[in-house]
């Protein structure tokens, strides 16, 4: 007969708990965050919106400014990894820069609170080794060393592209009256040009079906 699996242990059960509450802070952090950003709220008003007790807080987290850090990177980093999921079959640099745009607005309807943390807090992590930053950086040197791209200093050509992109989750937020796909597929042939791309060519790379669309 196959032996039962051992009982958790205290420890186990406390581990998960902890997580759990660390999960519950982080959630809260975020959801202020996508709000309005205003990160002057007590810790007894986190601790509430996680449904946690106050003194739980300090477990976890010295202060507020390292609870809404870990929220914003807790972000970034599920904004890059929707990235790697939905385009693990692109390896065109030019492509990969294109479907960045289209994504992310795209992202602001699937998942809002994701992408308003982000409109709110990205800027000052644009250059930061998390989320979507270090992938894009990646693309744009691999685009130059191949010679997909014109050869610029990477950092420059990422700090365009970024603000661009994060200019363009704004917009979204700012104007949803303008069709998502038309704005983000212009913006990205507009960056693609920027990057030593013929217009023609910039044109149909951005306009190039996203993985899963046939």
Known sequence: MPTSPAPPTGEDRNTRRRARTRQALLRAARQILAEDGDTSVSIQEIAQRADVGFGSFYNHFASKTELFEAAVEDALEEFGHTFDAQ???????????AAGFRLSVRMADSHPELMR?????????????????????RDIELGI??????????????TAVGGSLLALIDLRFTRPDLPPDPTATTLAAMTLRMLGLPAEEAREVAGRPLPGEG
């Open 87 to 97: 385009l693990a079959s692109v390896t065109d640099p030019a492509e990969l820069v």
């Open 145 to 158: 060393a191949t010679g997909r791209f014109t050869d610029v200093d990477p950092l420059a050509a990422f």
């Open 117 to 137: 943390v982000l409109r709110h807090r990205a800027l000052a992590h644009l250059h930061s080794d998390q989320g979507l930053a270090p992938r894009a950086r």
